[in-house]
């Protein structure tokens, strides 16, 4: 507990007690991104007061979560409610803030432009057409509208899908000192795609390894941080090629990767993939900050009525089977497609949306994993404490 205004010495025994109470309880309080109480996570309580009438808290979290403010201050007032109700300090105001600081983690050596990124997320599914651009995109952007800078590369190399998902279709990123590209900035994003490179000409030449050459350039050799106010990211997302060969292999291998977060469908044979998926990054150490199922549930444009077609409850099972969580669900939403192929992606098109504010869970549920991860002991790539 860290008291703003005034020492505690200043204060009786009694107000000093009731203010370690308030500090106490918001600390019981369970963070719901990770469902751990903020005493268990390396989150930062103040507590303060003005002597008067006024109790100063805050709360300071790893992961970007501007659009919890108020939901936090609500939880905080009522939580505290029952210990302000008498003693010294009954009928103070109290304040709240929510604030959130994402650390780097050191990775070790890796080449100069990665430097200005604090955390790569790889975006990966076992197999194609799942949604993982769609959710990449939408992850990235939601990141972004929490109060993170987010960096989205597209490593798809066989159908790079980034300049139609953002409209940047057809635009060049300005390259620098001869072999640095700047990224192209799209809504908010610092982005990164095989798309700006390629010509109407050239697609049929990049295959296998000069594909996995290209990926390498355009993640190893972006100036990542060129544009962002501080000169860095505190996210990179990588939109991973479908699948779970070498190409993502290598790519798992080469960088030293914060997560991956595996897209799935409800599907028998797409939960099939997914957890190959999951067994790929766990075999390069690559910590897995959960699963998105896609497409959960249909919900009826005409009555609203909602409908597990593909299935209920697959991802959760092998989120508990596979010893990882369930970052969230998104419903099988005409709106989903027509406004990430129309080039606008729901978290933008929609801000304030309800489909928005289900990938704002997963971004936010996916970042205090990295938190977590980021937090752990070192030879510990991944604590589990659910
Ligand atoms: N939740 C959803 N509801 C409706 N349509 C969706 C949803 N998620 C994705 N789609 C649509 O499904 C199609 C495939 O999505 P997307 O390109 O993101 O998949 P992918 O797994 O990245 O595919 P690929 O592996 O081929 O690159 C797109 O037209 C997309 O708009």
Redesign the pocket.
């Known amino acids: 507990m860290n008291d703003d205004h005034q020492d505690h010495e200043d204060f009786s025994p009694e107000v000093t007690e009731q203010l370690e109470q308030v500090a106490a309880t918001i600390g019981a309080l369970e963070d719901p991104a990770t469902a751990l109480p903020l005493d268990a996570l390396d989150a930062d309580i103040e507590v303060g007061f003005d002597g008067d009438k006024t109790i100063f808290t805050s709360v300071t979290l790893g992961y970007p979560c501007a659009s919890q403010q108020q939901v936090w201050a609500e939880r905080v007032r009522a939580a505290c409610a029952p210990v302000l109700a008498g003693g010294p300090l009954a009928g103070s105001t109290l304040n709240f803030d929510l604030f959130f600081d994402i650390p780097r983690t050191d990775v070790g050596e890796v080449p100069e432009p990665l430097k200005a990124v604090k955390h790569i997320i790889a975006v990966a ?1 076992g197999k ?7 959710t990449a995109v939408n992850l990235a952007l939601a990141l972004a509208a929490e109060g993170a800078d987010v960096g989205l590369l597209d490593a ?1 190399i066989y ?1 790079p ?1 980034l300049p139609t998902m953002l409209d940047t279709e057809g635009t060049r990123p300005e390259v620098k000192a001869g072999k640095f590209f700047v990224p192209v900035p799209a809504q908010g994003l610092q982005t990164m795609s095989l798309g700006y490179l390629l010509t109407e000409d050239t697609p049929a030449v990049w295959r296998g390894p000069m594909a996995s050459g290209a990926l390498n350039q355009m993640l190893t050799q972006t100036l990542w941080g060129e544009a962002v106010e501080d000169g860095e990211l505190d996210y990179l997302v990588v939109d991973m090629p ?1 699948g779970t060969g070498d190409i993502q292999l290598t790519l798992s291998q080469k960088v030293a990767l914060a997560g991956a977060v595996i897209v799935t469908t409800p599907q028998d044979l797409a939960l099939v993939d997914a957890i190959k998926g999951v067994e790929m990054f766990r075999k390069v150490s690559v910590p897995v900050l959960g699963i998105v199922e ?2 959960a549930l249909h919900t009826c444009s005409k009555c609203g009525h909602q409908e597990p077609i593909f299935g209920a409850g697959g991802g959760d099972k092998m989120a508990a089977d596979y010893d990882t969580r369930l970052l969230g669900q ?4 005409m709106s ?2 027509q406004q ?2 129309g080039g606008k992606p729901t978290v933008a098109a929609e801000p304030e949306g309800a489909v928005a504010a289900l990938y704002k869970q997963v971004a936010r549920a996916a970042a205090a994993q990295v938190w977590l991860a980021a937090d752990a002991d070192e030879g510990l790539p991944e604590i589990d404490m659910e």
């Open positions: 599914s194609g057409g799942v949604g993982k651009s769609t798809d159908g899908s479908p896609n497409m998104l419903p099988l939403a989903i497609r990430t192929d």
